[in-house]
């Protein structure tokens, strides 16, 4: 597995379908709203931090803007990995889940661009991040939210 991932670009040429599944859930609350999700990074100390992020498709990339002075930031520029878990669909569970290297990214041109693709206002202290794909799945549910339920997972790697 090459361990710099791929671009969101490349992952969806080799697997379209899981890609499509990965953007329908980013989006689920709709393609004028936000993308929700929740951004797993490795503390110093080794031990795993969440937050809720707003990630971006954009130029064939995977972004998402990170507050300045936040830990998340700080976890990021010091190791680079990163699980990026999209918000669960509201009727059966169905989910999305990547990982990777983050990279952060200075090109000012593609920064206006990312920040002309998300909904909320990005503040001159954030830093826009790639999260590049070295592995995803995908997890949907036969017979959901009933005692018959049994996951189907679907799993890329790069």
């Known amino acids: 597995m090459p361990s710099d ?6 992952f ?7 890609a499509d599944a990965g953007r329908r859930l980013l989006y689920a609350f709709g393609s004028a709203g ?8 490795t ?15 954009c130029d064939g990339g995977l972004y998402v803007f990170v507050i300045g002075a936040s830990a ?3 976890d990021l520029a010091r190791d680079g990995r990163y699980a990026l878990h999209a918000f669960p669909s509201e009727k059966d569970d169905e989910s999305f889940y990547c990982t990777g290297p983050a990279h952060e990214v200075r ?7 990312a920040e002309a ?4 206002h990005v503040k001159p202290d954030e830093a826009l991040f790639e999260l590049r794909i070295a592995s995803v799945l995908h997890t949907t549910w036969r017979n959901p939210r009933t ?7 679907q799993r890329w790697r790069a």
Do not use: Q
């Open 5 to 10: 991932g791929v671009t969101w670009a490349e």
């Open 12 to 18: 969806a040429g080799r697997s379209a379908e899981l």
């Open 34 to 41: 936000p993308a929700l999700a929740f951004l797993a990074t």
């Open 43 to 57: 503390r110093a100390d080794g031990g795993p931090r969440v937050h809720p992020v707003c990630p971006t498709l």
């Open 72 to 74: 998340k930031r700080a």
């Open 107 to 113: 090109d000012a041109a593609l920064r206006t661009r």
């Open 117 to 120: 693709s998300v909904v909320h």
């Open 147 to 153: 005692p018959e339920t049994s996951p189907a997972y």
